[in-house]
């Protein structure tokens, strides 16, 4: 009799929590996804109501969901192109969804990029839908200081949760590494302009955006929203000392070592 497919595992050389979807797709989810989480909802914890306790506890399940429904995104794009996901991972970083494809060809990698950020609009959508319905509906029943205890929690936690995917998918979409929008990015504008300079550019503006995106995840976090989408400085870093020289005048296509992305692609017989 063969094992079952959904089943939960500890991989402790990753330290990590493992489930497999139902087509043996390995979910690795890091122990410091929940470290962060606990951080990044610490304000809300730290106020000492226990309907903010309740909210935080709720945002970081909503989190979770937000970001592992992201990676889905990408693998349903992915398989409709005939790529493989051979793991999902989920830690402090967000994200990453592990493709792999036959080497003999190639395939478009911005609808597949794309189609994480899309996912998270789309919740943000459902979020704000439900944040409008359940508004209305407290203020019918509410007392004569406007909505109470449930209602509120919950208008609080459908208003956070439509906040969280929106930042997800527009941040999400910047032309910084290690971010969906460096791919879409790379594709769009390398065959015009050169890969070499293309990946200088989105070099030098994930180094901006990095700085801003600590900015606003700490506002972020102080607004009680959770928010893990950071731009890499030293993937940002790498992708500007790797493409300097040969980036004023160039057009050549030859690409470097490729900088990792918030898609972790994979073809047999090593990295893309």
Not at 101 to 110: T, V
Request: net charge positive.
């Amino acid at each position: 009799m063969s094992a079952p497919k959904f089943w939960l595992s500890v991989d402790r050389g990753r330290e990590a929590l493992v489930f497999r979807l139902p087509d043996g797709t390995p979910v690795v989810t890091h122990y410091s996804f929940a470290l962060v989480a606990l951080l990044m909802t610490g304000p809300l914890l730290l106020q000492g109501v226990a309907a903010k306790a309740i909210i935080a506890a709720v945002m970081i399940v909503v989190m979770y969901v937000s970001i592992f429904a992201h990676e889905l995104g990408h693998r349903a794009a992915a398989r409709r192109q005939g790529a493989r996901t051979t793991e999902i991972e989920i830690g402090p970083w967000g994200g990453l969804a592990h493709l792999e494809w036959d080497e003999r060809r190639g395939i478009p990698m911005r609808p597949v990029a794309f189609a994480g950020p899309l996912v998270n609009f789309k919740l943000a959508g459902l979020f704000y839908a439900l944040y409008w319905i359940v508004s209305y509906l407290g203020a019918q029943d509410a007392g004569p200081f406007g909505p109470t205890g449930t209602w509120m929690i919950a208008i609080r936690v459908l208003h956070l949760a439509f906040v969280l995917n929106l930042s997800l998918a527009v941040f999400n979409l910047l032309p910084a590494y290690p971010l969906d929008g460096s791919v879409i990015a790379e594709e769009t504008l390398g065959a015009r302009f050169g890969l070499r300079r293309v990946r200088l550019l989105i070099g030098v503006f994930g180094i901006a955006a990095a700085t801003l995106s600590i900015v606003f995840a700490f506002v972020m976090a102080m607004a009680g929203v959770p928010l893990l989408i950071f731009a890499s400085f030293a993937l940002n870093w790498q992708a500007i000392r790797e493409n300097w020289r040969a980036a004023p005048g160039s057009t050549s296509q030859a690409a470097p070592k490729r900088v990792t992305s918030v898609i972790q692609f994979k073809k047999r017989g090593g990295n893309l």
